[in-house]
């Protein structure tokens, strides 16, 4: 029987089927591995009542990329999974903090490090995990902890996610993924711990096993569709460049 191509047309196609409701997982941090394309697409596709992990609520700057501040302002999300909520300069605001301030989108902050073990911990099959990191602060108030070797731990539970959006530097036919630097970031994380990983991909999809074995970061078992970055979309060497 000849498998099934993981290749799709165009970005509209890879993001089709994503339902209202859906947790997603949006690769990137900052400009590196931010899948601009495919959140595009998902402004067009419209689904509504979203959860959003990411890394940040998108950026304030102009001219601004697709991020998850536009999916809220598209009235797409019911909740943001994150690290910042803020932006890093207090002459910022972010298009997300109007919408949060007014009860209108909720919010979960996760250090940095544990929404990345979060993710790892979804991937690997481990239900929940206890860590040092928050000990002590408003993120562990009314929450599980226990003294381990004479330090105090909090309780954190596994994140999965029913789909991720990811962007890579090269994949195969096959699935298989290379980020370049920065770019690989949350990616390999996500990937294991959704359901659905949807890739947008800067270079043309190479021949099945092109990629050598030591160079693969996330290995095509974990992809389910890939669509090339084509020249009029937000790539390399233009402006809004991901890499």
Request: charged share 20%; with cysteine.
């Amino acid at each position: 029987m000849a498998r099934s191509s993981k290749i799709v047309a165009d970005f509209d196609a890879a993001v089709a089927g994503i339902p209202d409701g859906a947790t997603i997982a949006f690769g990137g941090f900052a400009l590196p591995g931010s899948p601009f394309n495919l959140i595009a697409a998902l402004l067009r596709q419209g689904a509504k009542r979203l959860t959003c992990i990411g890394n940040t609520t998108g950026g304030a700057h102009k001219p601004r990329n697709p991020d998850i501040g536009m999916l809220v302002e598209n009235g797409q999300v019911a909740k943001v999974i994150c690290s910042f909520t803020a932006a890093p300069r207090a002459s910022d605001q972010l298009p997300f903090t109007p919408f949060y301030e007014r009860g209108e989108v909720d919010a979960e902050i996760v250090p940095q490090g544990t929404l990345a073990e979060r993710l790892r911990a979804a991937g690997a099959g481990i239900p929940a995990f206890y860590t040092p990191t928050a000990v002590g602060t408003e993120l562990a108030q009314g929450r599980e902890t226990r003294v381990i070797n004479g330090r105090e731990v909090l309780l954190e539970y596994a994140l999965p996610a029913d789909v991720a959006l990811l962007r890579a530097h090269q994949a195969d036919e096959a699935g298989n993924l290379r980020f370049r630097r920065a770019q690989r970031n949350f990616g390999p994380l996500m990937a294991t711990a959704s359901t659905l990983v949807i890739v947008e991909v800067e270079e043309p999809i190479l021949p099945a096993g092109a990629i050598d074995p030591d160079d693969v970061h996330t290995p095509g078992i974990y992809v389910h569709r890939l669509v090339h970055i084509p020249p009029d979309g937000i790539g390399p060497g233009r402006k809004g460049d991901a890499s």
